[in-house]
């Protein structure tokens, strides 16, 4: 099989071979400080060599536990987790699936659906009311077991899962992924006997796509979850230390987006021409934004839809404030066939297209677009996928989690860490009233009168 690829002609307008060249000695450096885990964050750089360290041990529990729900009827499975811990599995499942297999209600797997993401009463209240009509089982995923949103979700699912099977068989349809050793969440698991799988402690959230924390909701969904990692062992080989830059898409990628963010383009939209990818821009976005967000550094990932968002971003970025640039998922063969038909009529003048494909139709918008966006002062990278299935999304994750790696040594700053999360974490504390919080608690209502 043929690799993703990176095209950068779109690029040389704006930032020339050479300037880009000049970040080769640095990118090929940081790769190898990476691999050899002495940089900043060094302590969470398990997911480096992760795809090649997988065990088949691990792959055939998870298989294993797939099949035992499965047993059960499932007809929804609930991922409950925040962050790194939902967006992995919800991107690589979004891009795989039918898009309307939830309105079909023709599954050949469980649906998985998602809570722990957000605090919002009416999402809970109505994935409750759904569940209480369906055969379910969930996976809870934290470290800590602490985190807000998750445990909030999972304290009121799990107490959903007692009312409606029992205790003894609640315990048998939950899935604890957590820490080892330590943390409320293992506590609960070992005592209730919970099948648990481990976030191992060197892997951060947004990087653990590779791990049971991705890998038990995308096989639960129906998808070959050791295609995904042969994908990425595959680029983990071809992004190598002793790969030279030429020949280094991820190095080549992180080295572009820092000398274009030299030259004042502070904002990177990821683009797709398929609705299938929007979760995987969502993945990507919280993959860079954490990670290089830092020391008041750090290009802005935003993303788009197009052509949908043609008609409502496309004029910002047409001409608007020209500090961006953008980075187009470009997917090579569609797995469907369209073909427009011919209207005696031709009232909507389209008969000009009668015969061709619609994916023909699409990627000249793409082509079009680009030159459009180029022309007007936007440079354009391009990510050539050559297909939606399992092995090129598990390139595509490794290849972007290398890369910012990379990216994020180049800037100077640690892409492994986030301590600005914690900020809204302490003021909603404080406002909740939680022990322990008194004195922000004063202070802040102090502030707010």
């Not at 297999?101 to 919002?120: M, R, T, W």
């Not at 038909?341 to 619609?358: M, Q």
Request: net charge negative.
């Amino acid at each position: 099989m043929s690799n993703i690829s990176l095209q950068l002609d779109k690029v040389y307008d704006f930032v020339s071979i050479e300037e880009i060249q000049s970040y080769k000695k640095s990118a090929e450096l940081q790769n190898i400080t990476l691999r050899n885990k002495t940089g900043k964050g060094n302590d969470f750089l398990g997911w480096v060599d992760l795809p090649s360290s997988i065990s088949e041990s691990v792959l055939e529990e998870i298989e294993k536990v797939t099949l035992k729900l499965k047993s059960k009827h499932l007809e929804v499975f609930v991922v409950i987790g925040i962050g790194g811990s939902y967006l992995g599995s919800k991107a690589v499942i979004d891009a795989l699936s039918d898009s309307f297999a939830q309105i079909k209600g023709s599954f050949e797997a469980p649906l998985v659906v998602f809570a722990g993401q957000n605090i919002s009463e009416d999402y809970l209240f109505e994935l409750r009311d759904l569940l209480d009509t369906k055969e379910w089982a969930c996976a809870i995923i934290s470290k800590s077991g602490t985190t807000t949103e998750p445990a909030l979700a999972f304290r009121l699912l799990k107490q959903d899962l007692e009312d409606k099977y029992g205790v003894d068989e609640a315990r048998k349809r939950i899935i604890a992924i957590t820490d080892g050793e330590r943390g409320a969440l293992r506590t609960l698991a070992v005592e209730e006997g919970y099948k648990t799988f481990v976030i191992p402690d060197d892997v951060g959230g947004r990087y653990s796509v590779l791990t049971p924390v991705g890998l038990i909701a995308i096989s639960i969904a129906g998808f070959d979850v050791r295609e995904l990692v042969r994908g990425a062992q595959s680029m983990e080989v071809a992004c190598g230390a002793d790969v030279p830059f030429e020949k280094n898409i991820a190095a080549q990628y992180a080295a572009v987006r820092n000398a274009l963010y030299a030259k004042g383009k502070k904002v990177e939209i990821m683009v797709n021409y398929n609705p299938k990818l929007h979760f995987f821009a969502e993945w990507w976005k919280q993959l860079y934004g954490e990670s290089e967000g830092k020391e008041f550094k750090g290009i802005f990932p935003a993303s788009v839809d197009f052509s949908s968002d043609l008609h409502s971003m496309g004029q910002y970025i047409q001409e608007g404030e020209r500090m961006l640039f953008e980075t187009v998922l470009s997917v090579g063969q569609v797995n469907n066939e369209v073909l427009v038909p011919s209207d005696k009529d031709d009232l909507d003048k389209l008969n000009f297209l009668a015969g061709k494909r619609v994916d023909y139709i699409n990627k000249m918008a793409e082509l079009g677009t680009m030159i459009a966006h180029v022309d007007g002062g936007v440079p354009n990278i391009k990510i050539n996928i050559p297909q939606l299935n399992e092995f090129y999304l598990g390139q595509l994750i490794y290849f972007f989690e290398i890369a910012c790696g990379i990216s994020g040594y180049l800037l100077d700053v640690n892409p492994f860490d986030q301590p600005g999360v914690e900020a809204y974490k302490k003021n909603m504390f404080a406002l909740l009233e939680k022990p322990g919080f008194e004195k922000e608690t004063a202070e802040l209502k102090a502030r707010l009168g």
